[in-house]
C-alpha cells in the first residue's frame, strides 16, 4: 500500500472533503472524524466514546476497529507509554502495522487548541492529549519517535493541516509527493539508544491501560526519554523547539 490518509477532528479537517479519494489508498478516521467524509474505510477509537458518537450505518467496505485490534498492533511498537496516549499515534501506530504503507498524510491530528473559538470541526470538544499524562510527557517526542520507527519501516510520515501542530513531521499537501532527502536521516545511535533506555525502564503494560499504573512511572526517565527520541530525527524537524 501506498499512502493512507489519517482524519483527525481538528476545526480544518473539513478541508479534507474537497480532496480526491485518488490521492490515498486508503482513510482511516479517529473517533467522531467518520463525519469528515463518508467514504472513510477505517474508523477507530477508544473503548469510552458513547455508542451515539458511532456512525449509525457502516458499509461492507468500512471497518470498526476497537482497542482488541489496536492494543495488540500498538504494543508491538513498545505500548502506549512510549509511543504516547493519544488516537492519533495509536491510529498511526495501527495503520504501520496492518498495511504497512509508504506514506502516512495526517490531517487534522495537530493536538494543538486555541484558547478561544472551536476546537474541533463539530464545535468544542476535550483537549484530550493536552491532560496530565505520564505517557505525553512531549508530544513532539511522541511524534518523533512515531517517526522514527515509521521511516525505519519504510513509511514517510506527513502532515498535510497547515495549522499550528505538535506534529513535528513535514508539511505537505494533498497530492502525492517524495520527500526531500533532508527529512529521511536518522540519528541511529539515538534510536538505538532511546529503544534500549524503554526496554531498560520496563514501562509495558499489556491491556493498554497504563494510566492504572501511572504512579510508578518515574517523570524524569520519561523526560530523558523525550530527549532520545528528539534527537534521533532529522533536525530540520525540531529546530524551532
Request: hydrophobic share 40%.
Amino acid at each position: 500500500m501506498d499512502r493512507v490518509l489519517l482524519l483527525g477532528s481538528a476545526p480544518n479537517s473539513i478541508i479534507a472533503r474537497q480532496w480526491n479519494k485518488e490521492n490515498f489508498d486508503r482513510i482511516v478516521a479517529i473517533n467522531n472524524a467518520w463525519q469528515v467524509r463518508d467514504d472513510w474505510n477505517d474508523l477507530i477509537y477508544p473503548h469510552d466514546l458513547l455508542q451515539e458518537r458511532l456512525p449509525p450505518m457502516v458499509n461492507e467496505n468500512q471497518n470498526l476497529v476497537d482497542e482488541e485490534s489496536f492494543v495488540p498492533a500498538q504494543n508491538k511498537y513498545g505500548g502506549f507509554i512510549y509511543a504516547g496516549g493519544t488516537m492519533a499515534f495509536t491510529a498511526a501506530y495501527w495503520i504501520l502495522d496492518h498495511f504497512k504503507p509508504k506514506q502516512i498524510a495526517f490531517m487534522g491530528c495537530d493536538m494543538h487548541y486555541p484558547k478561544k473559538g472551536p476546537t474541533h470541526f463539530y464545535g468544542t470538544g476535550e483537549p484530550d492529549p493536552l491532560r496530565d499524562d505520564i505517557s505525553l510527557t512531549s508530544l513532539e517526542a511522541c511524534a518523533a519517535r512515531f517517526y522514527a520507527l515509521a521511516l525505519q519501516q519504510g513509511c514517510e510520515s506527513v502532515n498535510l493541516s497547515q495549522l499550528p501542530s505538535r506534529l513535528i513531521f513535514p508539511r505537505a499537501s494533498e497530492t502525492r509527493n517524495e520527500l526531500s532527502p533532508q527529512f529521511s536521516t536518522l540519528d541511529h545511535a539515538a534510536v538505538t539508544d532511546a529503544l534500549a533506555l524503554e526496554k531498560e525502564l520496563g514501562y509495558f503494560v499489556l491491556t493498554g491501560r497504563y494510566w492504572k499504573v501511572a504512579h510508578i512511572i518515574d517523570r524524569k526517565q520519561m523526560l530523558e526519554l523525550d530527549k532520545l527520541w528528539l534527537a534521533a530525527v532529522p533536525s530540520v524537524l525540531t529546530q524551532h523547539l
